[in-house]
């Protein structure tokens, strides 16, 4: 409660600093698109870390030396990242890649930044992507040591983190409360036995590793503060259908042109990448490239699979069969992991219930874009 109250305070004071007395700079286009984030990120398994760390030392007054040292680096390496997710959101704004939102605008509100727990507001457009870019960066620090393979596994940073979607005019209490239930969500598959990294003994304790994670949440009545509630409601069909696949794994390896993860990172996560690959971000990612481009879905047609999917599993197979009919499903589209088995198509077996395997994506299309820098080529002189 006091976590929550101290950030409100200082979201209250950002707004009679003048800084911004209401969400609506940060919006896309005011009565069209008009719907902003709450993130909140926080750190993973940070106690237990710093427990192996200063158990090392014998006397209280080295333990307590040594762990204001670490405090000291997490609040720095958070701080950080922030920042470089702060210079690469101004980049792109400034960028050719970047054909919806002003040059001059600010987009993106620090609310908190305090160890390692952040807490942000921006355009709902690229939410999702600056989470991804700043567990990025997050990533690449240690809380202890040199940036070796051993130190990432051991004691690298990592984060889970929820986003909320509402309107620019959505109490931020209840965004807040949400994005918090989001980041909560996430947390409970990160700590999943199947998810979790295994990766030896240091002081007789079993050291493990957790993942980077992200859930999110589109906001459309004030009265679904409840998120698991809410999304029994509103997202389970039957005992064996569900629509939402998320949380979502992201993971820390070279994938676009503006990543850039050094070989010991690459390496250190190389591992937990490969644990939660059915999990990963980036099958989103290829989802939202095949059904954001008109010429391989139109508009109508992913709207109209979006709307089809509650209705249930018999509806949506007679629907899939017209789109099939029409040529629109792509040799790429029917890999097992981005759409299910060939049995089911357009979803994925989760456990004992099978779940959609595009809604994630469907839903998100005008709430998603990709916040990417142009690729740099060299000319004939290495230039």
């Not at 700043?134 to 984060?159: A, C, H, P, W």
């Not at 598959?189 to 990294?197: P, V």
């Not at 979502?248 to 190389?270: G, L, M």
């Not at 139109?298 to 069969?321: D, F, V, W």
Request: some cysteine; glycine content about 6%.
């Amino acid at each position: 409660c006091n976590e929550s109250t101290q950030k409100l305070i200082q979201y209250y004071e950002t707004m009679q600093q003048g800084q911004e007395k209401h969400h609506d700079n940060l919006i896309t286009e005011k009565g069209k698109q008009s719907t902003i984030a709450v993130v909140h990120i926080d750190g993973n398994n940070m106690g237990m870390r710093i427990r192996a760390l200063i158990e090392k030392h014998d006397t209280y007054e080295a333990a307590v030396k040594k762990m204001r040292a670490i405090s000291k680096n997490i609040n720095c390496s958070f701080k950080e990242a922030y920042d470089e997710m702060e210079q690469h959101l101004n980049k792109w704004l400034k960028s050719k890649n970047n054909k919806i939102l002003s040059a001059s605008g600010v987009y993106l509100r620090k609310i908190i930044v305090a160890g390692d727990d952040i807490t942000f507001v921006c355009n709902g457009k690229i939410a999702l992507s600056l989470v991804r870019y700043f567990i990025q960066r997050v990533s690449q620090k240690v809380m202890d040591g040199d940036k070796t393979k051993k130190n990432l596994e051991k004691y690298g940073m990592s984060v889970c983190a929820g986003i909320a979607y509402v309107h620019s005019h959505f109490p931020f209490s209840v965004a807040y409360h949400v994005a918090e239930e989001c980041c909560s969500s996430a947390k409970a598959s990160a700590k999943k036995a199947e998810h979790i990294q295994k990766i030896g003994m240091e002081n007789g304790q079993k050291m493990e590793r957790i993942g980077n994670w992200v859930d999110f949440q589109i906001c459309k009545n004030v009265q679904n503060i409840d998120l698991e509630a809410n999304r029994e409601k509103n997202y389970r069909i039957s005992e064996e259908e569900y629509l939402l696949r998320r949380p979502y794994y992201v993971e820390i390896a070279q994938q676009k042109p503006d990543d850039i993860i050094s070989k010991e990172v690459e390496q250190a996560y190389a591992v937990m990448n490969e644990k939660n690959r059915k999990y990963a971000f980036s099958i989103f990612e290829e989802l939202y490239g095949y059904f954001s481009n008109k010429k391989q879905m139109p508009s109508s047609m992913a709207k109209t699979l979006r709307n089809t999917y509650p209705l249930g599993k018999n509806a949506m197979e007679e629907y899939i069969q017209f789109v099939e009919s029409r040529g629109k499903f792509s040799k790429e589209l029917k890999q097992e992991e981005l759409s299910g088995s060939k049995m089911d198509f357009g979803y994925i077996l989760e456990g004992n219930k099978m779940v959609a395997a595009w809604y994630d994506v469907l839903e998100m299309l005008d709430l998603y874009e990709v916040v990417e820098l142009p690729v740099e080529i060299e000319d004939g002189d290495g230039r």
